[in-house]
């Protein structure tokens, strides 16, 4: 699959998600994706006009944190319940 850059502002977060964060993750990826990239999309679904975070939640935060606009992301279908 291919991904595209997706501005960070317009990723929605869900509440039960933010509390899986381990900011000790987020520091040690961000020195990562200073060093070598960011070397795997995060997956986002579109859900009423914006993006909702399916996977990746460590990698966006560690994005945000180093002051990036935008982040490599593929769109997914949102799953049938």
Known sequence: MESIKIPIAEIYVP???KSTLKPEQVDALAES??????????????????????????RLEAC??????TIDSIIVRARQH
């Open 64 to 69: 945000r944190a180093l002051g990036e606009e």
């Open 33 to 58: 994706i200073m060093e070598e990239g960011l070397k795997m999309p995060i997956s986002v679904r579109k859900g009423n006009g914006r993006y909702v975070l399916q996977e990746g939640l460590h």
């Open 15 to 17: 509440a039960k998600r």
